[in-house]
């Protein structure tokens, strides 16, 4: 049975506290499947209906 990886957090494109390559290299490393956004680095004020997007998939995930 193959392993399924889990959405994860987002990425920030425009994100100017954590360069965003090093973001996508952490998530690449744990094996996350991530969404990138444009956004900046609190992602969950500037776009709330990505976040909840991403929760929602998630819950889907672990549903199957």
Known sequence: MAEQA???????????TINPDVERFGHRRAGMTTVEVDSSHLVMPARPEAVAELIKEAVRSTAR
Do not use: F
């Open 6 to 16: 889990l959405p994860g957090p987002g990425g920030h494109r425009n994100d100017r």
